[in-house]
């Protein structure tokens, strides 16, 4: 593993994409990073409202028509987990993209690393947070919110214990890709309403998934601000931009994996 600041890294700040660009970009930073190219920090919103499942969640277990009737797009994360609906306003995602070489072979110690300046920005928006005591237990497996929590990558409120942050990592052979979203406002309501006959209460899921406007008056803009400002000191990043190619390839991957039905439905991997 190297001093990570000693690399060169790229700052996106705040986009808004759909739910299929947003992962197919991911997966380009890390061909980007493999092949030599900068390192890659990005913080992005979902537009429209997604919902991303785990790799291998059950595509039945999917409200289609409310997703459809909502305007909420679908697509499938490479990563593991339930489900997690991503609202416009009420999500705030990053990604973390570097060489495995670079990054520590222990799966716990690269969290810890990586988790690093997440747990900044919530102190910088005055939000105490941790990591969750692993004892807690699933309430509702299909949503990853409501899954028994991890120590590892589950980051929740240092004072009621509600989650706040959800992270997780795909390890290809070459690159490594962490991903996650911190709950700004929470929509309970619709968390609950993508996934196809739950019986989860509206406050059981309140009780257990908080945000960080129930803690501070801090705006959205600030939190972004915070979580922007954290991930570019934590690796001495400059501001960034996508090239022209990787905006390309992104589109293509987009359309042919991340949007199609084989993939959102049935996990056929194209590539």
């Avoid at 537009?47 to 459809?68: E, F, H, I, M, R």
């Avoid at 400059?238 to 390309?248: K, Q």
Wanted: charged share 30%; net charge negative; hydrophobic share 35%.
């Amino acid at each position: 593993m190297t001093d990570l600041a000693d690399r060169e890294w790229r700052l996106i700040r705040e986009e808004a994409r759909d739910g299929p660009m947003n992962m197919a970009l991911d997966e380009i930073a890390a061909e980007t990073a493999a092949r030599g190219g900068p390192r890659t920090l990005r913080v992005y919103q979902w537009k429209p409202s997604t919902l991303s499942l785990g790799y291998n969640q059950d595509a039945d277990t999917v409200d289609w028509d409310y997703c459809d009737r909502e305007g909420i797009t679908v697509t499938r994360r490479p990563t593991g987990g339930g489900g997690i609906y991503h609202d416009t306003h009420g999500d705030v995602s990053y990604s973390i993209v570097a060489p495995a070489a670079e990054l520590p072979g222990d799966l716990m110690d690269c969290y810890e690393l990586l988790c690093t300046p997440i747990m900044d920005a919530f102190a910088d928006v005055g939000v105490p947070v941790t990591f969750a005591d692993e004892k807690r237990p699933a309430v509702y497996q299909p949503a990853c919110y409501l899954r028994k929590l991890h120590p590892a990558h589950d980051v929740v409120s240092a004072t009621d214990g509600r989650k706040l942050s959800g992270n997780a990592q795909y390890r290809r052979r070459d690159s490594v890709i962490q991903h996650g979203s911190l709950t700004y406002a929470g929509r309970a309501d619709r968390h609950l309403a993508v996934f196809s006959g739950h019986d989860v209460p509206v406050d059981e899921f309140e009780e257990r998934v908080g945000a960080i406007e129930d803690y501070t008056d801090r705006s959205r803009t600030e939190a972004v601000e915070s979580l922007t400002d954290a991930l570019a000191a934590w690796a001495d990043a400059d501001d960034g931009e996508w090239t022209e190619a990787e905006l390309a390839s992104a589109r293509d991957r987009a359309e042919k994996k991340y949007a199609a039905d084989s993939w959102t439905r049935d996990r056929e991997d194209p590539t």
